[in-house]
């Protein structure tokens, strides 16, 4: 099962349908076909066999589009780069993925030099306006191709994960688990002909690339393309959309802009949110000013989403939703026994849109996985009465301070209700008495003011004293990755030398 044939017999019949709307030109599903046709073509022209990797580092474009799905066409593996990995990364990536073919910007000089030092022949370009050898040769090859037949349990693309903490793995997700997650969410969130989907993601990533792309594409229907996120592109064709992806930052700059307002979002049915925590200061402003509430959704690399908000249920703000239909959910603690209904713990899970383990990496993916066979995904969450799920943090952000479990979203929820706050982050730093402790860094609204003294007054009041951090820094920003995902273990080395310096005193 191809998952570009299983697209394929969900297109339009009229094919002059569009595909994707830019502002000087829309892209059929017709043009889809016949774009896809010749890259596939260029591909097989250039020995790529079913299986085999191709590499892409490129800006957002129409023609990345149908590279990506002009490889599932092909039988290859996509493998998508983020734009902003330098020369040691991709050094790495190169080593571990062995692509047969590596597509970049005809700049990334510093790409091609290792591709050259890595033997490998087929390197073609790809610009910023979708011009390069790609779009060349692939011109000169037929427009039609008969789509490779494959397994279900075939690949069809392999994302690196954010490389957060250690090296970057390469994850494996088939054809069947794609087109499972596309199908489920095609029908949760309720998706009809009237649909047009606003999209201003990354297509790195899965948000971008899997659940705004394979929405749209299950459904048949157009999307209006934005290279990047600009606010003031989207708050000019919001009215000319139905739905809109974002992630935190995205919501925050439009409830920021003059023209927000009800009459503005009056056409847009649903609202996504995910790759990142939304504030809950975020989630109430948002509706208040427009009327409609955010829906939240909760996924990873390895399984695409798993839990999702419903759009015929209330949303609550620091929840993700329910559990997908197909997605069986455990909230698991030590040894991976069930905890009591409320409790904190580690959810785990059981999808048929969970990745096929780690490229190359036998020992990881089967430390990942329960013997009972339970994916754990290393996110902590409770169950809240009425089943829906709240994210507390990462297992690796989980401290332990004298002994006892601190989990920084509780500590991060306080601070980022006071006023004048815009977030906060906490992160365990090593100490002498307690093994661990916390480090809070908050930033501030522009012209807005804080004594430490309301903060720690604040924590005291709400918080058992061990949880409270031992030090509370303010910033100007916090670091963040692609996605907007706050980079703890970047903060635990940039406050590094303050903090020893508090503990000598």
């Known amino acids: 099962m191809n998952l570009f044939a299983a697209f394929q017999a969900r297109f339009p019949t009229d094919r002059a349908?569009?595909?994707?709307?830019?502002?000087?030109?829309?892209?059929?599903?017709?043009?889809?076909?016949?774009?896809?046709?010749?890259?596939?073509?260029?591909?097989?022209?250039?020995?790529?066999?079913?299986?085999?990797?191709?590499?892409?580092?490129?800006?957002?474009?129409?023609?990345?589009?149908?590279?990506?799905?002009?490889?599932?066409?092909?039988?290859?593996?996509?493998?998508?780069?983020?734009?902003?990995?330098?020369?040691?990364?991709?050094?790495?990536?190169?080593?571990?993925?062995?692509?047969?073919?590596?597509?970049?910007?005809p700049g990334a000089a510093a790409l091609m030099d290792l591709c050259r030092g890595a033997g490998i022949a087929n390197v073609l370009t790809l610009d910023a306006k979708g011009a390069g050898s790609l779009t060349t040769q692939a011109a000169a090859q037929s427009g039609e191709f008969d789509t490779v037949a494959v397994r279900t349990a075939d690949l069809g693309a392999i994302l690196y994960s954010s490389g957060t903490t250690g090296r970057p793995k390469g994850v494996m997700l088939s054809h069947g688990a794609l087109a499972a997650n596309a199908a489920t969410l095609h029908r949760l969130w309720k998706f009809d002909a009237k649909d047009v989907l606003l999209h201003c993601l990354p297509i790195f990533h899965v948000h971008g690339l899997f659940v705004a792309l394979h929405t749209t594409l299950w459904n048949g229907t157009g999307m209006i393309f934005h290279a990047k996120y600009a606010v003031d592109d989207v708050v000019a064709d919001l009215p000319r959309a139905t739905v809109f992806m974002g992630v935190p930052t995205y919501y925050v700059r439009l409830i920021q802009h003059a023209a927000f307002s009800p009459e503005l979002t009056r056409t847009i049915r649903l609202f996504l949110c995910g790759s990142a925590p939304l504030l809950e200061e975020t989630f109430a402003t948002f509706t208040a000013k427009c009327g409609k509430q955010i829906v939240?959704?909760?996924?990873?690399?390895?399984?695409?989403?798993?839990?999702?908000?419903?759009?015929?249920?209330?949303?609550?703000?620091?929840?993700?939703?329910?559990?997908?239909?197909?997605?069986?959910?455990?909230?698991?603690?030590?040894?991976?026994?069930?905890?009591?209904?409320?409790?904190?713990?580690?959810?785990?899970?059981?999808?048929?849109?969970?990745?096929?383990?780690?490229?190359?990496?036998?020992?990881?993916?089967?430390?990942?996985?329960?013997?009972?066979?339970?994916?754990?995904?290393?996110?902590?969450?409770?169950?809240?009465?009425?089943?829906?799920?709240?994210?507390?943090?990462?297992?690796?952000?989980?401290?332990?301070?004298?002994?006892?479990?601190?989990?920084?979203?509780?500590?991060?929820?306080?601070?980022?209700?006071?006023?004048?706050?815009?977030?906060?982050?906490?992160?365990?730093?090593?100490?002498?008495?307690?093994?661990?402790?916390?480090?809070?860094?908050?930033?501030?609204?522009?012209?807005?003011?804080?004594?430490?003294?309301?903060?720690?007054?604040?924590?005291?009041?709400?918080?058992?004293?061990?949880?409270?951090?031992?030090?509370?820094?303010?910033?100007?920003?916090?670091?963040?990755?692609?996605?907007?995902?706050?980079?703890?273990?970047?903060?635990?080395?940039?406050?590094?030398?303050?903090?020893?310096?508090?503990?000598?005193?």
């Open 17 to 105: 349908a569009p595909f994707i709307i830019e502002r000087a030109r829309t892209h059929t599903y017709g043009d889809l076909e016949r774009e896809t046709a010749g890259i596939a073509n260029l591909l097989i022209a250039l020995k790529v066999k079913t299986g085999d990797r191709v590499m892409v580092q490129v800006e957002k474009t129409p023609q990345a589009v149908f590279l990506y799905l002009a490889c599932l066409r092909a039988g290859a593996v996509f493998l998508p780069l983020n734009t902003a990995y330098r020369a040691d990364e991709l050094e790495y990536f190169l080593g571990d993925a062995e692509p047969a073919v590596v597509v970049c910007d």
């Open 296 to 505: 939240e959704r909760y996924g990873m690399t390895e399984a695409g989403m798993i839990t999702s908000a419903h759009l015929d249920k209330p949303r609550r703000a620091g929840t993700v939703g329910w559990p997908l239909p197909d997605v069986t959910l455990r909230i698991a603690g030590e040894n991976n026994a069930a905890v009591a209904k409320g409790d904190t713990g580690e959810i785990q899970i059981k999808s048929p849109a969970l990745f096929s383990g780690y490229w190359r990496k036998p020992e990881k993916t089967a430390e990942d996985f329960t013997a009972d066979g339970y994916f754990k995904t290393g996110d902590l969450a409770q169950i809240e009465p009425d089943g829906m799920v709240a994210i507390v943090g990462r297992a690796k952000d989980m401290l332990i301070s004298g002994g006892y479990n601190v989990y920084p979203k509780e500590i991060e929820t306080v601070i980022d209700g006071l006023p004048g706050v815009v977030e906060s982050a906490v992160v365990g730093m090593p100490h002498p008495d307690f093994g661990e402790a916390g480090l809070a860094v908050l930033t501030l609204q522009p012209g807005a003011s804080l004594d430490l003294a309301v903060v720690r007054a604040a924590l005291k009041d709400a918080l058992a004293n061990y949880k409270i951090p031992k030090l509370i820094l303010f910033a100007g920003t916090l670091p963040r990755n692609a996605m907007g995902k706050v980079q703890k273990n970047v903060l635990r080395t940039e406050y590094r030398a303050q903090w020893d310096n508090f503990l000598a005193g």
